[in-house]
């Protein structure tokens, strides 16, 4: 069963700090307020494209801070999915918000308005990297609120950043293993864009803020990936969606962005992960089996895992399916 989300972007509505790397109207392509007929029209052009069975469909509003805008525009706005909700026409509601306008008041409203799962960004577990990127909230915050949120029904995850200023390799693996202690539904990591009016493009240009390499960016998010997964933690997105404005010729100035980020990601674990089954020592070729469904994330993007095998090591491999091996299982027959 495949899920769908049908986006409704409420860009920077209820939050009262302006991050250092934040401009949502630039990320969401957004730049008018969202009325209650504008989640009707949305939704109902969206239920025309989408599958009548097999399927999972959830009403998402991402962007900004949403339980942050008065409780009675909040209402309006989730009054709306409810409906379809109640019609069977969906199956769930979520929403992304701080973790810093979480408490009991706003929970019950969101229970009573049939919201299913809730997401926080959290971005980073030190309290450093937090004031250095003007999120205004703490990581106690964090705790708190996954703590409250735990109390209700509700599916939680948390989303982490790297890169940000301040941020090191050693203190986005301690966010990683703060966020596991969570025991979240699932996790989503965004390596830090530098976008066109933020202040943290004003820091790139001041010379006060390094981005992040991409070939940094994906060895940490790798790192970061994995241990998730071995705690049993999905990692549902690793990188920001493409669009318009979030690519190379949008409004991305400086940092690790990539339309295949995850793919990137994904291309390097299976690459450590062949490395690990050939006898390097007297192969020059070499079958390579994953499973049917891991096939591209073994050969990499554009090929990177074989023409890197190529170059690097001389050795010439050719990436096959078997059925019968298991996500990220690989078998190798070297000549």
């Known amino acids: 069963m495949k899920t769908y989300n049908i986006p409704i972007f409420v860009p920077h509505r209820g939050c009262p700090f302006d991050c250092v790397f934040c401009n949502q109207k630039r990320i969401t392509g957004i730049q008018t307020e969202v009325m209650p007929s504008d989640v009707r029209d949305t939704v109902e052009n969206h239920l025309k494209t ?50 810093d306008y979480i408490d009991t008041d706003i929970l019950d409203n969101l229970k009573k308005y049939g919201v299913t799962t809730i997401e926080l960004g959290v971005q980073s577990m030190d309290d450093n990297v937090l004031k250095a990127s003007n999120r205004g909230h703490t990581r106690m915050n964090v705790i708190n609120a996954v703590r409250l949120i735990k109390k209700y029904p509700f599916s939680i995850g948390l989303q982490m950043m790297t890169g940000l200023p301040g941020d090191t390799e050693q203190k986005s693996l301690y966010t990683a293993d703060e966020i596991i202690a969570l025991k979240p539904d699932f996790v989503r990591i965004y390596p830090t864009l530098t976008i066109k009016d933020t202040f943290l493009e004003k820091m790139y240009y001041e010379k006060k803020y390094k981005p992040q390499t991409l070939e940094d960016a994906v060895s940490l998010a790798k790192q970061l990936m994995l241990k998730f997964e071995e705690s049993d933690i999905n990692v549902i997105r690793v990188g920001l969606q493409s669009t318009g404005e979030i690519c190379e010729s949008g409004s991305v100035v400086a940092g690790p962005v990539h339309s295949a980020f995850r793919e990137l990601v994904e291309s390097s674990i299976y690459y450590d992960l062949i490395c690990r089954e050939l006898p390097l020592d007297g192969c020059t070729s070499a079958e390579v089996f994953v499973n049917p469904a891991e096939v591209s994330k073994a050969v990499g993007n554009k090929r990177s895992n074989i023409l890197k095998f190529k170059n690097e090591k001389n050795i010439d491999i050719r990436i096959c399916s078997d059925e019968h091996l298991k996500k990220r299982e690989v078998r190798c027959t070297c000549y």
């Open 50 to 99: 989408l599958p009548k069975s097999n399927r999972r469909i959830e009403v998402a509003f991402f962007g900004g801070s949403f339980t942050g805008i008065p409780i009675d525009e909040q209402s309006a706005l989730l009054s709306v999915a409810q409906e379809f909700l109640q019609k069977g026409l969906i199956d769930g509601i979520r929403l992304s918000t701080r973790p």
